[in-house]
Nanobody
């Protein structure tokens, strides 16, 4: 069974930075893509970023939503079980619960294509 656990959320002022992490346990070797989604207050959940998983030692391309491009980066940690979402120049519009997701199919921006989800971590940005 694959389990995802997010951490790193918190409260920051506008212009600040946060680094979210997503840890994977029970990692299936056919997991091919990981993603971040977010859901702001009163909003629908939206896709933020994806990373193509190539193997135990490297990842492929990342794709970032236009709304956060240039401010957010999605990267691999020191091992295949951790990925990070570095968020910079945060604005109040970034306030949301951020979810990590994974799938054994190819990368997608659709929630329905992701089989595994974390419990979410809250990010609050004040003006």
């Amino acid at each position: 069974k694959v389990e995802l656990v997010e951490s790193g959320g918190g409260s920051v002022q506008a212009g600040g930075s946060l680094k979210l992490s997503c840890g994977v346990s029970g990692y299936p070797y056919d997991t091919s893509c990981m993603a971040w989604f977010r859901q702001g207050p009163g909003k629908e959940r939206e896709w933020v970023a994806t990373i193509d998983i190539k193997g135990d030692y490297e990842d492929g391309a990342t794709t970032i939503a236009d709304s956060v491009k240039g401010r957010f980066t999605f990267s691999r940690g020191n091992n295949e079980k951790t990925r990070y979402l570095q968020m910079r120049s945060l604005t109040p519009e970034d306030t949301a619960t951020y979810y990590c997701a994974a799938t054994r199919f190819g990368c997608s921006i659709r929630q329905v294509d992701f089989l595994y989800w974390g419990q979410g971590t809250q990010v609050t940005v004040s003006s």
